[in-house]
């Protein structure tokens, strides 16, 4: 008898979880993605290898890609989340006043029929136009790392001297410069397209969801119409 009224908990338990699990499947994927890329991040930095990317200009240039990138994350994970939520209230039967379905709803019920398709078309764009600054973001890191690459190539050349070149008390220098022009190029354009594909899969995700939110909303406004 015990047994059995284990099973039952656990039955019960799952029937609890799981409904949650699946409301929130979107929220999960993003937050999963997250937190094993930023494991990965951190055992890269344990491990010394961006030692070089906190260094001098390096550091402030490698900080501007940080910062745009967490922003376009918070963005991104914003957006996720109000997704999200639209979908579990259309699956209810019940958006909230306000929200893109709600205020779809009563597009098509006020206006003629004919002009469903259209509203449909706004509706879309209005949730592409609403999530497109996550790609925006991700796409301006990919210009930030490069701005870096031109910086450092700027140094690094800087220091090229053809008339003192003969002397071997300025090789070093040169050397010296060289090797800081460099490595500033090459760890902003590297981090800049890290950053760049790590929120390009986050965009995605959500497009993703906005796309299924679209179709929930059309789909719960014709089912709303046509009773």
């Not at 996720?80 to 098509?108: Q, T």
């Not at 700027?154 to 490595?183: E, R």
Request: aromatic letters at 10%.
């Amino acid at each position: 008898m015990a047994s059995i009224a284990e099973e039952t908990v656990i039955q019960g338990r799952e029937r609890a979880v799981t409904p949650w699990l699946y409301r929130y499947l979107l929220v999960l994927r993003f937050a999963l993605f997250n937190i094993v890329a930023f494991g990965l991040m951190a055992a890269v930095y344990i491990q010394g290898w961006l030692d070089g990317a906190l260094e001098g200009y390096t550091a402030w240039l490698s900080g501007v890609i940080v910062m745009v990138f967490l922003f376009g994350l918070a963005i991104c994970g914003d957006r996720i989340w109000r997704v999200s939520r639209e979908l579990n209230d259309i699956r209810s039967g019940c958006p909230r006043p306000g929200s893109r379905a709600a205020k779809y709803l009563e597009a098509i019920v006020i206006h003629h029929p004919e002009s469903r398709s259209l509203r449909a078309k706004i509706l879309r764009s209005r949730i592409g136009n609403n999530i497109a600054v996550v790609l925006y973001t991700a796409n301006s890191l990919v210009f930030l790392g490069l701005v870096g690459t031109v910086i450092g190539f700027i140094i690094a050349l800087s220091a090229v001297d053809p008339q003192s070149s003969a002397s071997v008390d300025n090789i070093a220098p040169m050397v010296a410069t060289l090797i800081k022009g460099m490595s500033i190029a090459l760890y902003t354009t590297l981090l800049g397209a890290v950053f760049h594909i790590w929120l390009l899969v986050n965009y995605r995700m959500l497009a993703t969801g906005a796309m299924h939110l679209f179709n929930a909303i059309v789909d719960f406004g014709e089912r709303r119409v046509g009773v």
